[in-house]
């Protein structure tokens, strides 16, 4: 089967976002293109947080065309980052839904996109040998501070293209494959969390993340299903 993911890079030394950068090329371009920059000036998490993109991280946007836009698209990014990270020797972790933690500390973040069912944008920040700013010291990490030297760059990027692509494949072809992974790669299953949905605060037990993606939990001696929207998690 042919190669998808990577079949056109479009490297940048800088951008404000690859994520905006790939929005305005999505129309016009191939599926699988891939922006690549070494410094994002205005790099975002979701809710119009910022993500801080020094030079020597890996800030990448893949522009997508899948049949039908799905919000498990998120788990192919988390899903790479984690198979590129075991690569290096580092044990990843998924931070339902949008995080990759390594050593108790975030080290990557996805953010997807997509404007109807034309295109989805899947945008991956991914600290390699970039400093992490003073104030995310406490919660973030890069693969250079895990490893204890500096991380060949473009290696890193070849390996994430290569399991983007596959998992880009599983997601398309065997969803429920996918999710079985996730759920095996889900660190907060049995945890007790908070979630803030739509300001509205949710304290319970993570039980499973199921096939659609949802989060369910044991809030107050009920059931829920949380779904995947904007929501943020907070251990206790
Ligand atoms: C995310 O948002 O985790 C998604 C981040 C996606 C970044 C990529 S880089 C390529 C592409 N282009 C973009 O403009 N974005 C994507 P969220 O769950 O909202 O988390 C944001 C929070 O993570 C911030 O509020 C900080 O607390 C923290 N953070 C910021 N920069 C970080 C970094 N480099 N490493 C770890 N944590 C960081």
Do not use: C
């Not at 089967?1 to 790939?22: P, Q």
């Not at 997508?64 to 192919?76: A, E, N, Q």
């Amino acid at each position: 089967m042919n190669r998808v993911v990577g079949i056109r890079i479009i490297s940048l030394e800088e951008v404000d976002s690859t994520n905006e950068y790939a929005k305005t090329i999505a129309p016009d371009v191939p599926e699988g293109t891939v922006v690549v920059a070494k410094r994002q000036t205005a790099g975002r998490g979701r809710k119009g947080r910022s993500w801080a993109s020094p030079e020597g991280g890996i800030w990448m946007s893949v522009v997508l065309k899948p049949p039908r836009i799905d919000p498990r698209l998120v788990f192919v990014g988390a899903l790479a980052v984690v198979d590129t990270l075991a690569d290096f020797g580092i044990s990843g972790w998924i931070k339902w839904p949008n995080d990759v933690w390594a050593g108790g500390r975030k080290i990557s973040g996805v953010l997807t996109e997509g404007r109807g069912d034309e295109y989805a944008i899947l945008g991956i920040g991914l600290n390699v040998n970039n400093p992490i700013p003073e104030e995310l010291r406490g919660n973030a990490v890069s693969m250079m501070e895990l490893i204890g030297s500096k991380v060949p760059l473009e290696k890193v990027i070849e390996r994430l293209l290569f399991h983007l692509d596959g998992w880009y494949r599983v997601f398309l072809e065997r969803p429920e494959l996918m999710m079985a992974k996730v759920r095996e790669k889900t660190f907060i299953i049995g945890m007790t969390v908070r979630i803030l949905e739509d300001n509205t605060a949710v304290t319970g037990r993570v039980l499973d993340v199921l096939d659609d993606g949802s989060l369910l939990m044991f809030v107050g001696g009920q059931l829920r299903r949380i779904l995947y929207g904007d929501v943020s998690l907070k251990f206790l």
